[in-house]
């Protein structure tokens, strides 16, 4: 258990519906990010926040995907009118930024595993 | 963007050491060169994370030779618990940088006994 809680781990859910997912992320850790995993593949980014701020969305993010972070706690994100191709388990990780540390160790959560049928 | 290169899948035995290289040839100067295991349905793990030179840790090793372009992570001793993916990633933590840290489809070790 690395400190990061998702919520749900798995969801079934019909085409056209909207989905929204929770991620618990370590409580000092500053930033926090969403990734997309799909079967054999690494995890591919999809956004970040530093704090409550979104600082970056990756292309992959269509506008039917929307992530928050109110008072940079918790992080949802959400899929409206989702397609089977959104299919994939949704990683959220956090971590301590600190300057001069070299790269931030991302803490990962156990994952959201979406089904689109 | 820096972008790494590292072998699909890997096959060992129990008690050996293991050791997957990486390479990323245009790694920049504020790059570091960080590690991750993952177990299925697990979300990534950190193993290790370096510079240059040789860093060591609990569980792995990891070096670098003087022009950064490849990196070795080498894992001692290993046993069936060891089965996993594992990720080479490279990139600074500059607040523009954040997409700029891909995974790739990573290295599958699978251990044998």
């Known amino acids: 258990d690395t400190g990061v809680s998702q919520d749900p781990r798995h969801k079934i859910t019909k085409r056209g519906q909207n989905v929204t997912f929770r991620c618990d992320p370590i409580s000092e850790h500053n930033r926090l990010y969403w990734y997309r995993q799909t079967l054999g593949q690494g995890p591919e980014f999809l956004t970040y926040?530093?704090?409550?701020?979104?600082?970056?969305k990756s292309r992959l993010l269509s506008d039917r995907f929307s992530a928050e972070r109110p008072k940079g706690s918790f992080s949802t994100l959400e899929i409206q009118r989702t397609e089977q191709g959104d299919s994939a388990m949704y990683l959220c990780a956090s971590s301590l930024s600190r300057a001069g540390y070299g790269t931030d160790t991302q803490y990962f959560g156990p994952g959201t595993r979406l089904t689109v049928l | 963007l820096a972008k790494t290169t590292q072998p699909i899948s890997m096959d060992s035995y129990e008690g050996q050491e293991v050791n997957i290289t990486c390479s990323h040839n245009?790694?920049?100067?504020?790059?570091?060169i960080t590690w991750y295991q993952q177990f299925p349905s697990q979300g990534p793990r950190f193993i290790i994370q370096g510079y240059k030179t040789k860093v060591t840790n609990e569980v792995a090793s990891l070096f670098i030779p003087a022009d950064r372009k490849s990196s070795t992570l080498s894992l001692p001793r290993v046993s069936l618990s060891d089965t996993a993916v594992y990720y080479c990633?490279?990139?600074?933590?500059?607040?523009?940088?954040?997409?700029?840290?891909?995974f790739g489809s990573g290295t599958r070790l699978s251990i044998r006994p």
């Open positions: 245009n790694i920049a100067t504020n790059d570091y």
């Open positions: 926040f530093q704090n409550e701020a979104q600082l970056e």
């Open positions: 990633l490279v990139g600074d933590s500059g607040y523009s940088s954040a997409s700029k840290i891909i």
